[in-house]
């Protein structure tokens, strides 16, 4: 049977908003990054999330960004890479002490937004990155764009790369996702959802221009506000499960 990590970036308000749908859509998933407050979060929000990833026994990593709620973390921003290290330290440091206090282990980070797409693809910063979580705790697994240069990155410095791929977003590359700012780079009806799903389990993806390129998938993630986010967490989850495909998160 094939085992695939289902995994949602959580703990997420955007300007205006008062709810998400993280609760709903926690008993689908097995894994969840939480954004430790410098795109979006609050230390209220981060506790909260922290107990439902908990009682859904849903593993728990750290979403960290660039210091940049007013763009919600996603555009690419020029820092020196000290400020941005020490920044990512706190971010992932306040997390893990939360989470560790309720007698969780932090399993995981995720870089959110702008900082993961530059990760994929700028090999500096990618090293300065992963040296960086390797001395916050070297058991942690580093989830990140499949076929992004932090694949060599966590190979040379022994630390656990986990391949991700996209249910809800189109791709340029297959190391690139398609951006935001384009017609059709979000994907939220579920036929499409799915069959992007599908691909990913025969090591395929289709990329916006149709072209079909090989890919790893270890982990899919499905964003909290994409459209229909909780219809579409039960139905790639339904779906997944009449696969034969079991549910799991990453060991």
Request: charge should be negative.
């Amino acid at each position: 049977m094939k085992t695939i990590d289902l995994n949602c970036d959580m703990g997420e308000l955007k300007p205006g908003q008062i709810k998400n749908f993280d609760s709903e859509i926690m008993p689908y998933i097995s894994s969840c990054n939480i954004a430790c407050g410098f795109h979006s979060g609050s230390p209220q929000l981060i506790e909260d999330t922290i107990k439902s990833a908990m009682s859904n026994q849903v593993k728990i990593g750290a979403h960290p960004s660039y210091n940049d709620r007013e763009n919600f973390g996603r555009i690419s921003i020029e820092v020196e890479p000290s400020i941005l290290m020490a920044e990512l330290r706190y971010q992932i440091c306040a997390l893990k002490g939360m989470v560790e206090s309720y007698g969780a282990t932090l399993h995981h980070v995720k870089p959110h937004g702008a900082l993961y797409n530059d990760l994929a693809k700028k090999e500096v910063l990618a090293n300065h990155f992963v040296r960086l979580v390797k001395t916050i705790d070297p058991r942690m697994k580093i989830f990140a764009l499949a076929h992004s240069v932090l694949i060599e990155a966590c190979k040379k410095h022994g630390m656990q790369f986990v391949n991700e791929g996209f249910a809800d977003r189109k791709y340029e590359q297959v190391n690139e996702l398609r951006s935001r700012q384009v017609d059709g780079a979000v994907i939220h009806e579920k036929e499409e959802v799915l069959d992007q799903i599908n691909s990913f389990l025969t090591g395929k993806v289709s990329l916006h221009n149709l072209e079909i390129h090989d890919i790893n998938v270890e982990s899919i993630c499905l964003h909290s506000d994409t459209q229909g986010a909780v219809e579409l967490s039960q139905t790639i989850y339904q779906f997944l499960k009449e696969q034969d495909v079991e549910i799991a998160a990453i060991v």
